[in-house]
């Protein structure tokens, strides 16, 4: 079964930064596309960004100039690096194998999610 843990979530100021790992164990993550989602209260889960393995980039349009998503396959690990945070961006972030275009959609089962990591973005 897929498992990915993310971390780096963590309270920042508006217009601070954050860099999100996406961390894969027990399979090799170079050939899978790897989207970051989030959801905050009350809403639902939305796809953030996504990378493929060639690393081509997908990003909604609330955090495009804002979020760029990396990957480095030696590490096993993905990363979204979050700049100019704002208060709208506080949410539960999490990973997963995804399809990037023609926009950001899961392909894991929502049984086999990691638990997340909290950003909350808050003076």
């Known amino acids: 079964q897929v498992q990915l843990v993310e971390s780096g979530g963590d309270l920042v100021q508006p217009g601070g930064s954050l860099r999100l790992s996406c961390a894969a164990t027990?399979?090799?993550?170079?050939?899978?596309?790897i989207g970051w989602f989030r959801q905050a209260p009350g809403k639902e889960r939305e796809g953030v960004s996504c990378?493929?393995?060639?690393?081509?980039?997908q990003s909604a349009d609330a955090v495009k100039g804002r979020f760029t998503i990396s990957r480095d396959n030696a590490k096993n690990t993905v990363y979204l690096q979050m700049n100019n945070l704002k208060p709208e961006d506080t949410a539960v972030y999490y990973c997963?194998?995804?399809?990037?275009?023609?926009?950001?959609?899961?392909?894991?089962?929502?049984?086999?999610w990691g638990r997340g990591t909290q950003v909350t973005v808050s003076s």
């Open positions: 990378i493929t393995p060639l690393g081509n980039a």
């Open positions: 997963a194998t995804s399809q990037c275009f023609p926009q950001i959609t899961a392909l894991q089962e929502d049984d086999s």
């Open positions: 027990r399979f090799s993550l170079d050939a899978s596309s």
